[in-house]
């Protein structure tokens, strides 16, 4: 046909021409609205395209007094459906609580070992390496006043947050383990053993088990001296000893109260828990 009279005087050429092969494509966003439907013209399809574009729409909307489910993460390559995104490594992250640097003075710290903790009182920090948390002494634990560092330590068993879980039960048993810390410990050991039965008394299991884990360490060091505060640990070890994931390591402790605490020991540890047999027999 001919061309248009204002492309050809606005470029020079007829423009419909190069155009022709390409007719215009209607916008189609989630219906399918033919072009004669919003012209108003008639067409022998439009109720059958009508109909269609209100199924599709019945089908995407929820039904009335439910929501829509979103749709699920799809698993990496290399891992099956099934494993979903929880088995990734870093999952296991997402249990570690971690303490709010922006919290307020009040709730900021639990225990007084947070708050030395956090006004740098302990010489030590953390070492994050690769795989495992290490701490790192600015100070030799050797050449340490241990009172009040132990004593601290010991009130940080309670600790739930990190990193002040971690770095109070890092630094007790460290200091513990010093060549010169069983001699600091001894005269430490009235001051201590409360702070451990906190520990032992919280449903926390975490905290649960690192004061098992503290009194066991502290029962290695000093030996005989923890004789005289058996009882009251072992008793609250004792309430927990039904739980499976629990009992091996109460056992463990209880045997290490005997094994480095002598006769005397054995004969306070029969008397809370009956069913107790020695490990020399």
């Known amino acids: 046909g001919v061309g248009c009279v204002n492309c050809s005087r606005a470029f020079g050429a007829p423009l419909c021409r190069l155009f022709a092969n390409f007719p215009p494509q209607p916008l189609l966003f989630k219906m399918n609205i033919p072009m004669h439907a919003k012209s108003g013209a008639s067409a022998p399809n439009s109720a059958v395209g009508a109909a269609r574009n209100r199924s599709t729409i019945q089908e995407s909307a929820p039904a009335k007094g439910t929501t829509k489910k979103p749709a699920e993460a799809k698993a990496p390559m290399g891992r099956s459906g099934s494993a979903g995104w929880s088995d990734l490594p870093s999952s296991r992250l997402k249990s570690v609580k971690c303490a709010d640097p922006f919290a307020t003075k009040a709730n900021q710290f639990k225990t007084k070992f947070g708050s030395v903790y956090n006004g ?4 030590c920090r953390l070492n994050h390496g690769a795989v495992n ?47 010169s810390g ?15 039965r906190a520990a032992l ?19 290695q060091a000093v030996g005989e001296a923890l004789n ?3 009882n009251v640990l072992v008793v609250q070890m004792n309430k927990r000893s039904s739980d499976k994931q629990l009992a091996g390591k109460i056992l463990s402790a209880i045997q290490s109260f005997e094994e480095y605490g002598g006769a ?3 004969k306070v540890i029969k008397s809370k828990v009956p069913t107790y047999c020695s490990i020399y027999i």
């Open 120 to 123: 740098g009182g302990i010489p």
């Open 133 to 179: 948390i290490k701490l790192q002494w600015s100070t030799d634990p050797m050449e340490l006043d241990y009172d009040p560092l132990l004593v601290t330590c010991a009130e940080g068993l309670c600790e739930t947050e990190h990193p002040y879980a971690f770095a109070s039960r890092a630094c007790f048993g460290e200091l513990l383990a010093a060549d």
């Open 182 to 196: 069983p001699d600091k410990a001894v005269p430490l050991v009235p001051r201590i053993v409360p702070s451990i």
């Open 201 to 219: 008394v919280s449903p926390n299991k975490k905290v649960f088990e690192g004061g098992v884990e503290a009194a066991q360490q502290l029962s």
């Open 228 to 230: 005289p505060h058996i």
């Open 264 to 266: 005397d020991a054995f």
